[in-house]
């Protein structure tokens, strides 16, 4: 985790330039999966209840406040929401 002191300057002023909560830094994946992760966002905007993040280049997603968290590894496994 990044604390403010960390962040270079340009994720700092692009933040500054979107307001607060609209910067997703995706430096830990491939382009593939920033892609695949942008999906998974669109999706997870449709449903308030809807939770999905990042770990270690990984895509999880929860639906549902009270299913297990799934891992997203393609463009298959969104078709279900």
């Known amino acids: 985790m990044w604390t403010i002191r960390q962040f270079p300057k340009p994720y700092l002023a692009a933040s500054q330039d979107l307001g607060p909560g609209k910067i997703y830094i995706n430096k830990n994946l491939t382009e593939w999966r920033a892609e695949l992760f942008k999906e998974v966002r669109k ?12 770990i270690d280049r990984k895509i999880f997603f929860k639906p549902e406040l009270t299913v297990k968290a799934l891992r997203i590894d393609s463009y298959e496994d969104l078709k279900t929401f």
């Open 43 to 54: 999706v997870r905007k449709k449903d308030n209840n809807c939770k999905a993040w990042t």
